[in-house]
């Protein structure tokens, strides 16, 4: 299954970039939704950038895992 979406906005790059780079912010919206986040790998300075994440959550009556 492959989603795609687009919309323009109206927002400075680096501040788009910062935005898109929030990984800490992407995992506690998921926790906060009931689902549960697991981290693969070691941080990699400077940024809080990791080799990747599990995560699983209901969605449509159904467990999800990614």
């Known amino acids: 299954m492959k ?6 906005i109206e ?3 680096e501040q788009t970039f910062d935005m898109l780079n ?15 986040v697991r981290r693969k790998g070691e941080i990699i300075p400077p940024r809080s950038v990791w080799a990747g994440w599990s995560t699983s959550a209901t969605a ?6 990614m």
């Open 3 to 8: 989603f795609s979406s687009k919309e323009d």
């Open 11 to 13: 927002i400075p790059i």
């Open 22 to 36: 929030d990984f800490e912010g992407f995992e506690r919206a998921v926790l906060r939704r009931g689902g549960q």
């Open 60 to 65: 449509a009556a159904s467990a999800r895992s």
